[in-house]
Nanobody
Framework: QGQLVESGGGLVQPGGSLRLSCAAS????????MGWYRQAPGKPREFVAR???????KYQDSVMGRFTISRDNAKNTVYLQMNSLKPEDTAVYYC???????????WGQGTQVTVSS
C-alpha cells in the first residue's frame, strides 16, 4: 500500500520562502505523476503544481514564477520550493501521486503553511 508523507510546512512572513517535501513509499515512484494541491479554510482543494516522471511541469497561474516543483526519483521524493510567499498562499498543502495509466492515486496527510506577519 502506497504512502505519502509531507514535511516542511510552517509559519513564514510575507515575502519569505519554504520548501515542502513529500516522501513516497510502497509505490513504484517513477510511474507516478506527482502533484501538490492546497486547501484554504472554507475553500475547495485546488491544484498547485505537478511534475511527470520525465520532468514535465505544470503550475497554477497564481504561483507561476514563485513556486518550483521538482522530484528526485532516486529518493522517491517530490519537492515544492515556494518563494515570495503571500498571505493568500496560506493553506494546508497536500501531496498527490497519480499513476500514469490512471489506475490509482494516493494522497498525503497534508502540511500547514501559514504566511503572516
Amino acid at each position: 500500500q502506497g504512502q505519502l508523507v509531507e514535511s516542511g510546512g510552517g509559519l513564514v512572513q510575507p515575502g519569505g520562502s519554504l520548501r515542502l517535501s513529500c516522501a513516497a513509499s510502497g509505490i513504484i515512484f517513477n510511474i507516478y505523476t506527482m502533484g501538490w494541491y492546497r486547501q484554504a479554510p472554507g475553500k475547495p482543494r485546488e491544484f498547485v503544481a505537478r511534475i511527470t516522471s520525465g520532468g514535465s511541469t505544470k503550475y497554477q497561474d497564481s504561483v507561476m514564477g514563485r513556486f518550483t516543483i521538482s522530484r528526485d526519483n532516486a529518493k522517491n521524493t517530490v519537492y515544492l520550493q515556494m518563494n515570495s510567499l503571500k498571505p493568500e498562499d496560506t493553506a494546508v498543502y497536500y501531496c498527490k501521486a497519480d499513476r500514469m495509466d490512471g489506475r490509482g492515486n494516493y494522497w498525503g496527510q497534508g502540511t500547514q503553511v501559514t504566511v503572516s506577519s
